[in-house]
């Protein structure tokens, strides 16, 4: 349960199991979120990226062998294209001004991130799938990386294509909707995890679309307090820092508590209930 000796709690975590291909296990890092920036947790297993997504039910608790986790929250792990995370350090290292499509650089310097030691732990993901979105030059036995605009926007449009495609699938609003507006839709979920500057603009003026109003928020996920690059093979609970609903927002005030169910109640008042029906009237 120990995961972390500065964490308090304990969370579950749905994620792939790494013991299944012998592997030593996954690891935790700490990295952008290619939307907000803010720092994010991602889970790296068996050289497969999975972004953290956190789910919440009221009045829900786990048993966990003999332990009660008093919080029923639960995460889920799903894979993420490493393009996505990688797009914006590239983006940023080629150090482009105006016209000038900007310079070449080796990988180890554009990955090396300063107070983000978890971006070298993508240094092997990089150099297979950042090709796709890259102009690419070798010297010798080194090879210089330079992102180009073109190939990003061939790939974001494969992108959208291929989720326009599933939204119809999956849903059957979406079929039988306006071909348009489904891919309105599928632009707007893409702009989860890409800038609107560039990117979004530019994928929206190729595709002819307006710019979505407001794109979807980056899913909160609270960063673990230290260790963040820690092996965690041998653990299958996710423990992380709990933080209290009476926590004061950036404006001072109080958040709100969870408004309880509609037709829920409170327990000891359904069992004095039952007792108040069951008792007689003395004669």
């Given at each position: 349960?120990?995961?972390?000796?500065?964490?308090?709690?304990?969370?579950l975590l749905i994620?792939?199991?790494?013991?299944?291909?012998?592997?030593?296990?996954?690891?935790?890092?700490?990295?952008?979120?290619?939307?907000?920036?803010?720092?994010?947790?991602?889970?790296?297993?068996?050289?497969?990226?999975?972004?953290?997504?956190?789910?919440?039910?009221?009045?829900?608790?786990?048993?966990?062998?003999?332990?009660?986790?008093?919080?029923?929250?639960?995460?889920?792990?799903?894979?993420?294209?490493?393009?996505?995370?990688?797009?914006?350090?590239?983006?940023?290292?080629?150090?482009?001004?105006?016209?000038?499509?900007?310079?070449?650089?080796?990988?180890?310097?554009?990955?090396?991130?300063?107070?983000?030691p978890g971006y070298?732990?993508?240094?092997?993901?990089?150099?297979?799938?950042?090709?796709?979105?890259?102009?690419?030059?070798?010297?010798?036995?080194?090879?210089?990386?330079?992102?180009?605009?073109?190939?990003?926007?061939?790939?974001?449009?494969?992108?959208?294509?291929?989720?326009?495609?599933?939204?119809?699938?999956?849903?059957?609003?979406?079929?039988?909707?306006?071909?348009?507006?489904?891919?309105?839709?599928?632009?707007?979920?893409?702009?989860?995890?890409?800038?609107?500057?560039?990117?979004?603009?530019?994928?929206?003026?190729?595709?002819?679309?307006?710019?979505?109003?407001?794109?979807?928020?980056?899913?909160?996920?609270?960063?673990?307090?230290?260790?963040?690059?820690?092996?965690?093979?041998?653990?299958?609970?996710?423990?992380?820092?709990?933080?209290?609903?009476?926590?004061?927002?950036?404006?001072?005030?109080?958040?709100?508590?969870?408004?309880?169910?509609?037709?829920?109640?409170?327990?000891?008042?359904?069992?004095?209930?039952?007792?108040?029906?069951?008792?007689?009237?003395?004669?």
């Amino acid at each position: 349960m120990a995961w972390c000796k500065d964490v308090e709690g304990t969370r579950l975590l749905i994620a792939p199991d790494s013991s299944a291909t012998g592997s030593s296990g996954g690891r935790l890092l700490s990295l952008c979120h290619p939307k907000s920036g803010q720092k994010t947790c991602y889970l790296l297993v068996d050289g497969v990226l999975q972004e953290l997504n956190w789910l919440k039910q009221s009045y829900k608790s786990w048993f966990l062998g003999n332990y009660v986790c008093e919080d029923g929250s639960i995460y889920a792990a799903t894979p993420i294209d490493p393009v996505f995370i990688m797009l914006p350090i590239f983006e940023e290292a080629r150090l482009k001004k105006g016209e000038d499509p900007g310079k070449f650089r080796q990988l180890d310097e554009i990955i090396f991130i300063d107070g983000y030691p978890g971006y070298q732990y993508l240094l092997p993901l990089a150099e297979n799938c950042m090709q796709v979105v890259c102009e690419v030059k070798e010297i010798g036995s080194s090879k210089f990386f330079r992102l180009d605009d073109l190939k990003v926007l061939a790939w974001l449009y494969c992108k959208v294509c291929v989720l326009k495609q599933t939204l119809s699938v999956l849903d059957q609003n979406y079929a039988a909707q306006d071909e348009k507006d489904t891919l309105a839709n599928a632009v707007s979920i893409l702009g989860e995890y890409v800038k609107d500057e560039p990117w979004l603009k530019l994928l929206c003026k190729h595709l002819n679309l307006d710019l979505p109003k407001e794109t979807g928020k980056a899913p909160y996920i609270e960063v673990f307090p230290s260790s963040l690059e820690s092996n965690i093979g041998s653990s299958n609970l996710l423990q992380e820092r709990r933080k209290s609903d009476r926590k004061t927002n950036r404006t001072g005030k109080e958040t709100k508590m969870a408004k309880p169910e509609t037709e829920s109640r409170n327990i000891k008042e359904m069992f004095s209930r039952a007792s108040r029906r069951g008792r007689r009237m003395p004669p």
